[in-house]
């Protein structure tokens, strides 16, 4: 990896993000892994319940969320996300439903302003189009920036605070254990703005905060998340 600074660089002891952890959850295995993503990253938890309750029978469900999404629908939500302009990152976490995010998932994201926010999606699913549901999350938030979503498997939550460690959610860890710079590369390193934040300059740097950036040298280019 390239590396960012002259010298190892500690960041600092907890997240600075304020983050919320928005989820849908009809069977319980999407709350399950939400609960625990609050826990290993002291965010808050939204619960996004429909106005209309869907069946609490499975094949009545089904036929539900596939009239849903075949009219396109957009299900009515209970709630409102108090303080939503003090949050950074929003989780957003739902099964998959029909191959992709449930409707009522298009209506979350079309509620609220996500200029400035980054969005982290989540999925629980039985056996395929994990992909396609994350995919789905991001392409419904155009206006967030979005880091590396994760997939679980019904509840389990293996994996899971190993893909937080790696995007930087958890308070104390960057994801990045020390950061040097290498002297014999010419190195820029640039936020996802397309502002520079290190030009090179063989002096003492520090990184400014957590987040995305965008390092270039001579012969590569890589994104380093903090």
Known sequence: MIALAIAPLSLGAANPNKILIAYFSWGGNTETVANYIANQTQGELFRIEPVVPYPSEYTPCTEVALEERDTNARPAIKDKVA??????????GCPVWWHEAPMIIHTFAESYDFGGKTVVPFCTYAATYRDETLAKIVEITPAADHLEGFGARSSSTSG??????????????SGINDVAVDDNANIMVYNTTGNVVYDGIKSEVSVPQKGIYIVRSENKTEKVVL
């Open 160 to 173: 899971v605070t190993e893909w937080l460690n790696r995007i930087g959610m958890i308070p104390g860890n």
């Open 83 to 92: 303080n939503w302009d003090d949050y950074d990152v929003i989780f957003i």
